[in-house]
Antibody, heavy 116, light 108 residues
Framework: EAQLVESGGALVQPGGSLRLSCAAS????????MNWVRQAPGKGLEWLSH????????FDADSVKGRFTISRDNAKNLLFLQMDSLRVEDTAVYYC?????????WGRGTLVTVSS | EIVMTQSPATLSVSPGERATLSCRAS??????LVWYQQKPGQAPRLLIY???TRAAGIPARFSGSGSGTDFTLTITSLESEDFAVYYC??????????FGQGTKLEIK
């Protein structure tokens, strides 16, 4: 069974940086496109970033373009999200999710809180 | 960007009855629509893709329909475990993938 486990969430001050990780297991990680999706407290889902299996194709939402960077290490079955210039409105649970067009496996999420 | 609008925001239904949730796209998305279920403190769970195809392991009481701009998720004979928040998502014109704001299905 595929499993995704996020880590790296923390309390950070506005303007700070954070790097999230997502550890994948139970499937052939290097064959699958991966994504980051977030959910602000009490709010809906927002897709953030997409990276193809070989990292050749990356797409980002306008809300994070230029501030967040998605990457992956297929040798270690890891997905990353480097988050810079964090804002209060970036406070959310961050999920990694597998798939193109639809997301069939999700992690349980990691909480990022941006506050002074 | 395609805007997805779900209605109603909250739906109150009794166990054993039928629930009908709606999702509307701001432009034609053919049948490029997904439904997810999310319970408190949990990640979303894929229910339906291509507007009407159930994902693996999803019970037959869940069905999706629609095409173009108007879509419906129907849950027949509601069970206690079905009370959750449901989201639709389009993949016709991406990036970005866009989600509806969700419908909370609560026990009446």
């Amino acid at each position: 069974e595929a499993q995704l486990v996020e880590s790296g969430g923390a309390l950070v001050q506005p303007g700070g940086s954070l790097r999230l990780s997502c550890a994948a297991s139970g499937f052939t990680f290097n064959s699958h496109t991966m994504n980051w999706v977030r959910q602000a407290p009490g709010k809906g889902l927002e897709w953030l970033s997409h990276i193809s299996s070989s990292s050749n194709t990356i797409f980002d939402a306008d809300s994070v373009k230029g501030r967040f960077t998605i990457s992956r290490d297929n040798a270690k079955n890891l997905l990353f999200l480097q988050m810079d210039s964090l804002r209060v409105e970036d406070t959310a649970v961050y999920y990694c999710a597998r798939g193109v067009r639809w997301f069939d496996y999700w992690g349980r999420g990691t909480l990022v809180t941006v506050s002074s | 960007e395609i805007v997805m609008t779900q209605s109603p925001a909250t739906l109150s239904v009794s166990p054993g009855e039928r629930a009908t949730l709606s999702c509307r796209a701001s432009q034609n998305i053919n049948n490029d629509l997904v439904w997810y279920q999310q319970k408190p403190g949990q990640a979303p769970r894929l229910l339906i893709y291509r507007a009407s195809t159930r994902a693996a392991g999803i019970p037959a009481r869940f069905s999706g329909s629609g095409s173009g701009t108007d879509f419906t998720l129907t849950i027949t004979s509601l069970e206690s475990e079905d009370f959750a928040v449901y989201y639709c998502q389009q993949y016709n014109n991406w990036p970005p993938y866009t989600f509806g704001q969700g419908t909370k299905l609560e026990i009446k």
